[in-house]
């Protein structure tokens, strides 16, 4: 995820506070990541006031909110999905070698009795990151910063208020082949074929064309495939397969009777500022509407020739999410 800046001014005015290079500019960043760190469990009283009790009977098959207390209120969500195989795994496994990068950011929007809202944050976006010189893709700012790091520049790019965007979950490869697997695969369709041996970063492809059962193997495939170091939009649209597909695996007869099992399995295996019982209660709300994932993407600028970062498309009114009720998606 490596690349040079993009030609053109890459200092949009939202990212301005970022391109700076003074070293007290740089410390007061670094500071006001450790005490988002420090805020981003601060609130969650006001939506789950207290320890969710999980019903002691079994959910219903049909319906949601046996599964859990609902939300009180809308939740934001930063899903961050790593290139390592655990969490604080010393290497990523992949190519360049290091410690983990972000493949995948997403945001997500739950509001009980409402259509689950996704935004996409594309990791190739240049932003300039506290303590390094010259433009480095979204990506790095989980190696940089965490997650306090990552959700800081996010939430400044998009503009969300002060404090909106403070949940998150990391989840790293072993985590989703555990989600997928304990839901007993999921379906998803595919309009070609990928099949790919990639030893610098240690995966293989193998999937046909058509309409398809996924394993938590095939699924890890399926979300990290990227041939070209400019395909990473084209990532993201086989990412969307994948979450419409978990999300209808979800929604399937007795798959809230497998939840419980299944959140606590991977709840250890991620790093969030949830616990079980609030991940049961946003899945809850997630489903407790019949409609399919409104999944939307920001708009970025024209690629200047084979550069691998990108910037958004300039002059778009803040906040850029989330939507606003009934909007439709885009992408």
């Known amino acids: 995820m490596e690349g040079s800046a993009p030609a053109g001014d890459a200092a949009q005015p939202r990212l301005k506070r970022w391109l700076g290079t003074k070293p007290s500019r740089t410390v007061l960043r670094v500071a006001a990541a450790v005490i988002g760190a420090g805020l981003i469990g601060g609130g969650l009283a006001l939506i789950w006031p207290k320890p969710d009790p999980i019903a002691a009977a079994p959910p219903t098959p049909d319906d949601p909110a046996s599964l859990a207390p609902l939300p009180q209120r809308s939740v934001m969500v930063l899903l961050v999905g790593v290139d390592s195989e655990e969490i604080n795994d010393p290497s990523n496994r992949a190519a360049p070698k290091g410690p983990a990068n972000a493949d995948s950011l997403m945001l997500i929007h739950v509001t009980a009795k409402e259509a689950l809202q996704v935004l ?77 041996e990639d030893k610098a970063q240690n995966y293989s492809v193998n999937l046909q064309a058509g309409r398809q059962t996924l394993n938590g193997r095939q699924a890890e495939q399926l979300a990290r495939h990227r041939p070209d170091p400019n395909g990473d939009a084209e990532r993201r649209l086989r990412q969307q397969s994948l979450l419409r597909g978990i999300h209808d695996q979800l929604r399937q007869p007795n798959a809230l009777m497998l939840l419980p099992n299944v959140i606590g399995e991977v709840s250890a295996q991620v790093s969030t500022n949830l616990s079980s019982a609030e991940i049961l209660s946003l899945t809850a709300a997630a489903l407790s509407s019949s409609e399919p994932p409104v999944i939307n993407q920001l708009e970025l600028a024209p690629r200047a020739g084979q550069q691998q970062l990108r910037e958004l498309k300039p002059d778009q009114p803040l906040p850029l999410w989330p939507p606003e009720p009934n909007a439709s998606a885009g992408n």
């Open 120 to 196: 996409q944050v594309p990791t190739e976006l240049a932003v300039q990151l506290p303590g390094l010189e010259g433009l480095q893709s979204l990506a790095s700012a989980y190696r940089v910063g965490g997650v306090a790091l990552t959700a800081d520049v996010i939430a400044e790019m998009i503009g969300l208020p002060a404090g909106q965007l403070d949940r998150y979950l990391v989840m790293p490869r072993q985590a989703l082949r555990a989600l997928v697997d304990g839901l007993g695969e999921v379906e998803v369709s595919l309009n070609q074929s990928y099949n790919r």
